[in-house]
């Protein structure tokens, strides 16, 4: 399974807020400043965060982004679910086989699955930034 800059980059705009919670928002150029990610992109990505519920803007002349949630609330795992069109790894997870109930394949993908999305939940942002 190889995830995409989308999920990789997406990550790492949520760690920068996460080291930056609690002092204000921080603004697009700022942030695509420090993590060296292009704004056109940081846009994209914070539109399907913001969506998702994970990121709070603030318009204005002052405006920018922030964490919806505190650091500690957030983890890896949903972050990477809302950026990878839910971290599906074969289409029979999201129930896209017909052949899923006689397969004898299924229970290894879905095993491998529940590992990961598993391993990803237990990660807070909080525990990424220390």
Known sequence: MKLSSKARYGLKAMCYMAENYGNGVVSLPTMAQSTGISEK???????TL????????????????????????????????????????????????????MCSTYNVWNKLYKAINSCLDEMSLDSLIK
């Open 41 to 47: 992109y940081l846009e994209q990505l914070i539109a």
């Open 50 to 101: 913001r969506k998702a519920g994970l990121v709070e803007a603030t318009r204005g002349a002052s405006g920018g982004y922030c964490l919806a949630r505190s650091p500690e609330e957030i983890n890896v795992g949903e972050i990477l679910r809302e950026l990878e069109d839910g971290l599906v790894i074969i289409d029979c997870i999201s129930g896209d086989c017909a052949d899923k109930c």
